[in-house]
């Protein structure tokens, strides 16, 4: 490069990213806005319940069938319903709540090439950010229920069990539902992650299978039932540190 095309020296500032490191400094209140609008709204949902699964599944598919029902089940039990808002099992997951007694939420999400909103939902929240809907989705969750996915649903699963894992979240049911589906990877954490030294055998404690939507009911409530779904003050000071 010759002396005249050098870059003039800058004492290692990049004067070409300014604008760019402007708008990322004023993001910080466009992510500030987005917790304090969704927390603000969902604070009145109380029990709920965080329902994942594939955004792919058809409507007369076996999964979406059985997850509305789980979701009905909830929602006639007292528990409102979160899932992303989205098509699929996020759909069925609304839909049985809709139809319900407690309230169908959608925590909805921005994307590339715009996610559809489905129409079963009471409350609807919108997010620019994936990071700060999850933050929501275990916040304000009893428990997690867990429909057979793909990505996006292996991540919701293991943010909250590393959540838990640490003690950065407060202890919650999460019930992964379809044996048939799961077996395999529970499988792999039992004969890799745990013989391997990856996590502790007790660190499976922190998962159930059930296949059938009255057992799923059932569980959250046998691990409620000797205190009650509001969190304690210790465990709000956790969930305030999320």
């Avoid at 609008?37 to 598919?61: C, K, M, Q, W, Y």
């Avoid at 990071?131 to 275990?138: E, G, L, P, S």
Wanted: proline share 5%; aromatic share 10%; hydrophobic share 40%.
């Amino acid at each position: 490069m010759s002396a005249s095309n050098k870059l003039p020296k800058t004492n290692g500032i990049n004067m070409h990213k300014q604008p760019y490191n402007a708008r990322e400094s004023w993001r910080v209140f466009e992510i500030m806005s987005e917790f304090v609008e969704s927390t603000e709204r969902l604070n009145r949902i109380s029990p709920a319940v965080s329902i994942f699964g594939s955004a792919r599944t058809a409507e007369d598919h076996p999964y979406y069938r059985l997850t509305e029902e789980i979701a009905r089940q909830l929602s006639d039990a007292g528990f409102a319903v979160l899932s992303g808002g989205g098509p699929g099992i996020m759909e069925a997951a609304n839909k049985g709540a809709f139809y319900g007694k407690s309230p169908s939420v959608g925590l909805n999400i921005q994307l590339p090439h715009e996610q559809n909103n489905n129409r079963y939902q009471d409350i609807s929240q919108t997010f620019r950010h994936f990071f700060a809907r999850k933050v929501m989705f275990v916040k304000f969750a009893s428990a997690y229920v867990v429909m057979p996915g793909g990505f996006g649903t292996m991540d919701e699963l293991m943010e909250a069990l590393t959540l838990v894992q640490t003690g950065k979240s407060r202890k919650i049911p999460i019930i992964l539902v379809n044996s048939l589906f799961w077996k395999d990877l529970v499988q792999w954490f039992r004969n890799t992650l745990v013989r391997e030294g990856m996590i502790d055998a007790a660190d499976l404690d922190l998962i159930q299978i059930i296949d059938e939507p009255k057992e799923v009911v059932a569980a959250i409530f046998h691990h409620y039932e000797t205190r009650g779904f509001e969190p304690s003050a210790a465990e709000r000071e956790i969930q305030l540190n999320l």
